[in-house]
């Protein structure tokens, strides 16, 4: 009996903590270590409730761990998925022991702002060699559509029917955004007179243009795409140091030192 | 049961010990049904909660509790098979995860392969299907205690590398035979390839050789490629355009498609003889 009254106790608390914990979101670099936590976390649960009941809510909740986990570890979320099935296979292929499929696939959902629909076809051909599969169609809708750093992968995805790739990329382009975006939030709030984004914190460049001190000709500008090769070395080194991603890095950097010595 | 229990209250309890155990069972699984809710919740963005009860809601039929739940479970089944066109998926596993990489070169559905990860201090591999040859323990020595996502990942790298690879030298074996002059040299891990080849196989020319070395085992494409021709003739500029030339192909394009456009030039030349 007190055993189970301070497992109670415990339990209170720790769903206390949680639930504050829940109202924050966390940030891109976190989610390493937020896979690595859940991780754990939906192991121990899973195996507490292993022996349980078959019934259904259980089982639901188990694959909701399982969804939880997978959408964590790609940085993926699949919202919806369907699959029709077309057999192609004609009776001079049965003869010879061969075996058409078309499968259409369908899939959409998210990955953080970016939500994606997919619609590809995989033929499947089966003889008494092998089973080859390959997709034959690939379609991809982005949302949002303006960002044109997003369409280029996506098109080079769908030219080579490369369904991995483009998942991989774009989990990697979100997470890439998200640390841009906050960084030159970051400038901008910090230098609001020296720091100009033409498109707010989503810009794919930042301008640093010193109010006190002009470059050579009145009223010329230096712009900076976000590519660390182009800044002048000073600023090289700051703004490599702000590219890591850790807050207390970036405070580090002096508006001053960005501009170029006449 | 929503409040901590004072002493006596306690003392209580245990004279109505068989229905106050029953409570108790209850209140504890009902805590931590709430408390694996909330670490699925804190562990996945708030998109995934609204996928989790993402039903289509049928508007004629008043559904049953009995019904949602089935159609719930429906779509999470669904959604989880769907991972594998990511390039990952995985169950979870009494012990931990079994993780599932799936390969593919330019569109063609290749060979899976799967870890079974251990959920213990330290995280470890129960076991697995990865070629003795792919570096596992070298990765999972630099990743797998920090960072399960970039180990995961990492593997996937070399491992799609690899499939790519054996894929291309797979398709030259089958389907480029008739303009190899001799067998397919390679080793298990396909990154050092070595064959024979004439662009006209019933033709008096020499066959030309090539090395073909892939030092960058996360890459498709050779890094190193050298290709000889030992004929008589062997210094005019005909020839030497020729190797020269198919050293840069093999740099750039895939095996099997280089050797597709030998196939289409040799038919190009074929009928040109006939006219």
Not at chain 1, 53 to 72: A, I, P, R, V, Y
Not at chain 2, 89 to 102: A, D
Not at chain 2, 205 to 212: G, K, M, T, V
């Amino acid at each position: 009996m007190d055993a189970e009254l301070a497992e109670v106790r415990a339990l209170q608390a720790e769903i206390a903590a949680l639930r504050r914990a829940c109202e924050d979101p966390p940030a891109p670099w976190e989610e390493t270590s937020r896979v690595q936590k859940s991780f754990q976390a939906i192991h121990q649960f899973n195996s507490e409730g292993w022996k349980s009941s078959k019934d259904l809510k259980s089982q639901l909740g188990h694959l909701e761990s399982e969804l939880s986990f997978l959408s964590t570890l790609t940085g993926i979320n699949i919202r919806n998925y369907s699959k029709q099935t077309e057999d192609l296979t004609g009776t001079e292929m049965t003869e010879k022991s061969i075996r058409k499929v078309l499968q259409r696939h369908r899939l959409s959902g998210n990955c953080h702002m970016v939500t994606f629909q997919l619609e590809f076809q995989i033929l499947e051909i089966q003889n008494k060699e092998r089973l080859s599969s390959a997709v034959t169609d690939l379609n991809i809708i982005m949302e949002p559509t303006e960002c044109s750093e997003l369409s280029e992968f996506v098109s080079r995805a769908e030219e080579r029917k490369d369904l991995f790739m483009f998942f991989r990329s774009l989990h990697f382009f979100v997470e890439w955004f998200e640390y841009r975006k906050r960084t030159f939030k970051h400038f901008k709030e910090k230098y609001p007179d020296a720091v100009h984004l033409s498109e707010g914190p989503s810009s794919p460049s930042i301008v640093i243009r010193s109010a006190s001190q002009p470059g050579p000709g009145a009223g010329q500008e230096q712009s900076h795409r976000n590519r660390s090769s182009q800044l002048p070395n000073p600023a090289r080194s700051a703004w490599n140091r702000s590219c890591s991603g850790k807050p207390d890095k970036i405070a580090s950097c002096r508006a001053e030192r960005l501009v170029p010595k006449q | 049961m929503a409040g901590i229990l004072a002493p006596g209250l306690t003392r209580t309890l245990r004279s109505l010990s068989p229905l106050a155990g029953q409570l108790l069972e209850k209140a504890l699984g009902n805590l931590r049904w709430s408390r694996r809710t909330l670490y699925v919740q804190m562990a996945s963005p708030k998109e995934v909660k609204a996928s989790i009860a993402n039903v289509e809601p049928n508007l004629a039929v008043e559904m049953s509790e009995q019904e949602v739940l089935e159609e719930k479970l429906e779509n999470v089944k669904a959604v989880l098979q769907a991972y594998r066109f990511t390039g990952l998926s995985g169950k979870l596993t009494s012990r931990g995860v079994c993780v599932c990489i799936n390969t593919a070169f330019e569109g063609n559905l290749l060979d899976s392969y799967f870890v079974d990860l251990v959920i213990q201090k330290p995280l470890r591999i129960h076991h697995h299907s990865v070629p003795v040859f792919i570096p596992l323990e070298e990765i999972a020595a630099k990743y797998l205690q920090t960072n399960i996502q970039h180990f995961l990942f990492s593997l996937c790298e070399y491992l799609n590398a690899y499939s790519g690879r054996k894929y291309q030298a797979d398709r030259l074996q089958s389907d480029f035979a008739a303009l190899l002059t001799g067998p397919l040299q390679r080793n298990p891990l396909c990154n050092l390839l070595s064959f024979t080849y004439k662009l006209d196989p019933g033709g008096q020319s020499f066959p030309f050789c090539a090395r073909l070395l892939y030092k960058d085992l996360t890459a498709t494409l050779p890094t190193d490629v050298t290709v000889t021709y030992q004929g008589v003739d062997a210094l005019s500029t005909s020839w030497e355009e020729q190797r020269a030339s198919h050293e840069t192909l093999f740099c750039m394009k895939p095996l099997h498609q280089v050797f597709a456009s030998f196939a289409r030039k040799g038919e190009k030349l074929d009928m040109s003889l006939v006219s």
